[in-house]
């Protein structure tokens, strides 16, 4: 039996301790894109018409929520279907401070983030408590939003199924989040938003509360015997996730004018904010983003196609239904291509 001994490289060639190389640089390459992403998309207005601006608000709500839905089920791995509940809280909070007692939108974003994070903590804390894990989780979440939508309907309070009308203005006013109809700052508001999102995402990810819920998301018996609190850190992922799903209902209340049971609470919510994250790439931080600058402009692009086709697709003008079919199908065609999401997919095929 023959004994091999590995020898050590010499003192020199060892990396010094400032080599640039050492130096773990992911966070500034994020923010350094997370800048110039915002500088480009905010010159959007000066080329849109006021469909397609109508078209990019409507994204960037969805793509605020798809980040907030990427932290607690993509970092944290759990997987929410009910985030239709955080996005309505939101919704509702602003409507009912705003028109039944005057308070400003603004004040409305944090009052309904911590509302939000109590009842998503309280919500994934009994979930936890019970041990319900995988789907047990994502039908608990959809259960609670369910609930939350019968609740709403059947309460005076909240106008049962009519719903909040917010009123028109008849000048601009900062405080109160309306302007002139067309109005960038429409477009560029909830851009500030999403780039606040992206940035919480990016420094939560880094943070030592963040490393701690990948570890849990990856392994939790593993995390938990290195001393990893693992309810606790599973509860700041959903705090996070909550808070900032809230902060979308509260601009989208603000953005049209009217909020109902339905547009808040029901399940197609949840899908709008569970689609971007998929196809843009779970788990990462672009991803939601990307996911949604494709999903949002999608749907709308089908639809107008096929509301007026080009000649040889005269047939099938007037077809009921076809364009969500055709939506659908193309989602589907993404996904089994892209089974990471199109950021997922890029990412390793540029690593390999």
């Known amino acids: 039996m023959t004994e091999t001994s590995v020898s050590s490289p010499p003192a020199h060639e060892l990396p010094a301790a400032d080599d640039p190389?050492?130096?773990?640089?992911?966070?500034?390459?994020?923010?350094?894109?997370?800048?110039?992403?915002?500088?480009?998309?905010?010159?959007?207005?000066?080329?849109?018409?006021?469909?397609?601006?109508?078209?990019?608000?409507?994204?960037?709500?969805?793509?605020?929520?798809?980040?907030?839905?990427?932290l607690m089920s993509g970092f944290g791995?759990?997987?929410?279907?009910?985030?239709?509940?955080?996005?309505?809280?939101?919704?509702?909070?602003?409507a009912y401070l705003l028109v039944d007692h005057g308070i400003s939108p603004w004040i409305s974003m944090i009052v309904a983030a911590v509302l939000s994070a109590a009842v998503g903590v309280t919500i994934a804390y009994l979930c936890l408590r019970y041990k319900?894990?995988?789907?047990?989780?994502?039908?608990?979440?959809?259960?609670?939003?369910?609930?939350?939508?019968?609740?709403?309907?059947?309460?005076?309070?909240?106008?049962?199924?009519?719903?909040?009308?917010?009123?028109?203005?008849?000048?601009?006013?900062?405080?109160?989040?309306?302007?002139?109809?067309?109005?960038?700052?429409?477009f560029w508001i909830p851009l500030a938003i999403l780039a606040v999102a992206v940035l919480i995402s990016i420094l939560y990810v880094r943070s030592r509360a963040g490393q701690y819920a990948q570890a849990v998301r990856d392994d939790e018996v593993a995390a938990s015997s290195l001393g990893i609190d693992t309810m606790r850190a599973r509860?700041?992922?959903?705090?996070?996730?909550?808070?900032?799903?809230?902060?979308?209902?509260?601009?989208?209340?603000?953005?049209?004018?009217?909020?109902?049971?339905?547009?808040?609470?029901?399940?197609?919510?949840?899908?709008?904010?569970?689609?971007?994250?998929?196809?843009?790439?779970?788990?990462?931080?672009?991803?939601?983003?990307?996911?949604?600058?494709?999903?949002?402009?999608?749907?709308?692009?089908v639809a107008t196609v096929l509301r007026n086709p080009p000649g040889f697709l005269s047939f099938l003008q007037g077809t009921s239904g076809l364009d969500v079919a055709v939506y659908a199908t193309l989602l589907i065609i993404i996904v089994i291509v892209m089974p990471k999401g199109i950021f997922g997919t890029i990412r390793d095929r540029w690593r390999s």
């Not at 009910?82 to 996005?87: E, I, L, N, R, S």
């Not at 902060?247 to 197609?268: I, K, M, N, R």
């Open 77 to 94: 791995g759990m997987f929410s279907f009910g985030h239709a509940a955080f996005f309505g809280i939101g919704a509702y909070t602003g």
């Open 132 to 186: 319900l894990a995988g789907s047990y989780f994502a039908l608990a979440t959809f259960a609670f939003a369910q609930m939350f939508l019968l609740i709403v309907q059947n309460l005076d309070v909240l106008n049962k199924t009519e719903g909040f009308n917010v009123e028109i203005l008849p000048s601009d006013s900062w405080s109160m989040l309306q302007f002139q109809q067309g109005s960038p700052l429409y």
């Open 235 to 301: 509860l700041i992922a959903v705090a996070l996730s909550c808070g900032i799903t809230a902060v979308a209902g509260v601009y989208y209340t603000q953005y049209y004018f009217f909020v109902g049971p339905e547009q808040a609470f029901g399940s197609a919510v949840s899908v709008e904010a569970i689609i971007p994250a998929v196809i843009g790439g779970i788990g990462t931080i672009w991803g939601p983003v990307i996911g949604a600058a494709v999903v949002g402009p999608l749907s709308e692009l």
């Open 21 to 70: 190389r050492l130096k773990d640089t992911w966070a500034r390459r994020q923010l350094i894109v997370l800048v110039v992403g915002v500088a480009v998309l905010a010159c959007l207005p000066l080329v849109l018409g006021e469909q397609g601006e109508s078209v990019a608000i409507r994204t960037l709500i969805f793509a605020i929520m798809a980040v907030g839905w990427n």
